[in-house]
């Protein structure tokens, strides 16, 4: 369970690297801010320091899990899983705000808080049954 567990976040941490890129390097090309739903070349120029700074966001959480993954990987289990929580936690905090921001970042919010929420869980339930 528990490699299941890594590997759910670690597959989470990827995809937030994928948002970092898109928002904080790609934003103004179109195929990019269409899929954010941006109107126009105009608006994502003007949201474009938003979204660079937004990207670093997703960057430094997907860092914070990696970290985390490395840490319990070479035997310090409670500084990786105290890193582990509380990156892939955050991860699911911001798609439950995505969620609150209208009903049109339901699927945005899914995409980004499915992988570390299912991570959490079997990460959660190796720890209860002591599979780590």
Not at 74 to 90: E, N
């Amino acid at each position: 369970m528990i490699v299941l567990a890594t590997v759910l976040v670690t597959l989470a941490a990827a995809l937030h690297v994928a948002i970092f890129f898109m928002e904080s390097v790609a934003w103004t090309r179109p195929a990019v801010w269409q899929r954010f739903g941006v109107a126009s070349q105009e608006a994502a120029d003007t949201t474009r320091p938003m979204a660079y700074n937004q990207g670093f966001y997703n960057l430094f959480l997907a860092i914070g899990a990696v970290v985390g993954l490395i840490l319990y990987g070479v035997g310090q289990h409670a500084s990786g899983l105290a890193l582990i929580i509380f990156a892939a936690g955050s991860m699911v905090g911001a798609a439950v705000v995505l969620v609150t921001t209208g009903r049109g970042y339901v699927r945005p919010a899914i995409i980004q808080g499915l992988l570390p929420l299912a991570g959490l869980v079997l990460l959660l339930i190796a720890l209860a049954t002591g599979q780590h």
